[in-house]
Every structure is written in structure tokens, then in C-alpha cells.
């Protein structure tokens, strides 16, 4: 993987009612667009056999994107304060996310950042 380069991410809502889900990522990739228009994001199924328009989220993003993920996940939690969010990298990496400050959203970005590396 180069260098400094988050691969693809895996966003998931946590603790959130199943027939939320779907339309609060919905809310939530809007939230991501806002912040930054360039971030490649894909909603869809995490479980197929639904007939959701599907509530995770993909995203393939470079590190110079990562804090504009950071700040996009912390203007929706702070709107929707009773989710968790699950960022992915794989099987075995994962960032969780429930509340983040202003302050902390340059932390997340270096985690969001680093999450694929190594």
C-alpha cells in the first residue's frame, strides 16, 4: 500500500434500531459529501438477504481526505447523538467512534488515516 494512503473503509452505525439504519446512512454519507465533495462513498447492504437500500457505508479516500471523514462523522454525531459509528479497515482494524469534539477530530483523522496501514 503507498504511503500515507487509507485503502477502503467500512462504515457501520452502531447500537442503532434496524429500521433506522438504513436512512441514517443515508444522512450520513450526506453529511461526508458536504464536507467533502471528492470522497468516493457507497452505501450498501451489510446484510443481503434485506430489502434496505442498505446501511454501510464504503469509502476508498486518500490521507489528505481523512480529516474531512473526521469532520463529517463528528458534525453527524453531534447532530445524532445516540449512534456509535464503526469505522473498518479489514477484518482486524476498526476505529469506534461515539463522540467526537472539534479538538479530537484532528486525533480521529490521523487514526482514520493510519487505520489501513501496516
Known amino acids: 500500500m ?15 434500531p434496524d429500521d433506522e439504519r438504513s436512512w441514517l446512512a443515508s444522512e450520513l454519507r450526506d453529511y ?16 443481503p438477504r434485506t430489502q434496505d437500500f442498505g446501511a454501510t ?5 486518500g490521507s489528505p481526505v481523512a480529516l474531512a471523514l473526521a469532520r463529517g462523522l ?3 454525531l453531534a447532530a445524532r447523538n445516540t449512534s456509535t459509528v464503526l469505522v473498518k479497515c479489514g477484518k482486524d482494524k476498526e476505529v469506534r467512534v461515539t463522540n467526537v469534539s472539534g479538538r479530537r477530530a484532528d486525533d480521529l483523522a490521523r487514526q482514520l488515516s493510519s487505520l489501513c496501514d501496516g
Open 2 to 16: 503507498a504511503e500515507n494512503m487509507v485503502d477502503r473503509l467500512e462504515i457501520d452505525l452502531i447500537d442503532v
Open 32 to 47: 461526508l459529501i458536504d464536507e467533502d465533495p471528492t470522497l468516493s462513498v457507497h452505501q450498501v447492504r451489510s446484510d
Open 57 to 61: 457505508l464504503l469509502l476508498t479516500v
Open 74 to 76: 463528528q458534525k453527524w
